[in-house]
């Protein structure tokens, strides 16, 4: 009898939410009804507008040249131990190792 | 930076490939060296010890669309794990097929890009541990060659700079009774940019 009642009673009460409206409604209900018919195009157009505003996630410029290691976050060969930034002496050894790899130069 | 295959003397013995791999401790299924033969099996057959070419205007990073790969000022082309995406357009780019990716799973899944380093390491503190799990050892910090030109038994794979590379293969080529015509780098493109 209460399940039967109960369900009655929430029939009842859509049932009279449905004739307010048809008959003529009250005012808080028209305005929930006017809220959302003007949430609606605020709420599409805050999407439209975050959609369009979408962040930078990578990196755009195109890392050629003698600063892109600076760009990548790398440091020079030579800027570590055991050279401590002296470019010559870095250059000094690879440039000596280098020759070394002709073996005219070793049999002279 | 440069690397150079003289084909008179490359004996397709493969030791570049199995240096690389020794000292970066690369994985399974990457091959950052290979060494390729043409007209195996004929008479004048040439082999060349292929990698990445450093290349000066590089194609991998006019097209990676991240920006993982960049340019050192002596030359060497490497690139940013942490940054890479695995889509595999510096492989399409590439002329020389260097990009590799690992693969991690079944169904071809691919990894991050893997090449060669120049033995230069990456983006990581040098000569550090997480620069060595990412890119393998940085020699070029240390003052020393990729060990692959190094360790090449007929000095067919040279590497170090260009005019120096071009000044062996000119000994090389007067030994070998041709003319005295090579240029050298610094002549045709001008010095090194860290010079």
Known sequence: MTKRGQSNFQVTDSAARMSVCADGPSTRALRKYYRKIALTPFLVLVLAVAGCGENQQARQERLYGANAYRVAGDTTAWSNAPFNGDVDAWTHDIDERARNQNEYRRIR | ?195
Not at chain 2, 10 to 38: H, Q
Not at chain 2, 62 to 67: D, L, N, Q, Y
Not at chain 2, 135 to 148: F, S
Request: aromatic share 8%; hydrophobic share 35%.
């Open chain 2, 1 to 195: 930076m440069r690397f150079l295959c003289d084909v008179e003397r490359c004996i397709d013995c493969n030791a570049c490939a199995v240096a690389c791999k020794n000292e970066n401790e690369v994985p399974w299924g990457i091959n950052r060296r290979r060494v390729v033969t043409l007209n195996q099996g004929e008479a004048g057959e040439k082999s060349v010890s292929v990698a990445c070419m450093h290349c000066t205007d590089a194609p991998c990073i006019a097209v990676c669309p991240v920006s993982c790969i960049y340019q050192t000022p002596e030359g060497v082309v490497l690139h940013n794990k942490d940054v890479c995406i695995g889509c595999g357009y510096c492989f399409y780019a590439c002329p020389f097929g260097a990009p590799q990716f690992p693969q991690t799973s079944a169904f071809g899944v691919r990894g991050k890009m893997d090449k060669c380093t120049y033995c230069a390491g990456g983006p990581e503190q040098d000569m550090s541990e997480a620069e060595f799990k990412k890119y393998g050892r940085n020699r070029l910090a240390e003052g020393k060659l990729p060990l692959c030109a190094e360790m090449c038994s007929t000095k067919a794979l040279l590497a170090g700079d260009g005019d120096v590379l071009a000044d062996i293969m000119r000994t090389r080529a007067t030994a070998r009774g041709g003319n005295n015509e090579l240029w050298g780098w610094g002549t045709a493109y001008g010095p090194a940019p860290h010079k």
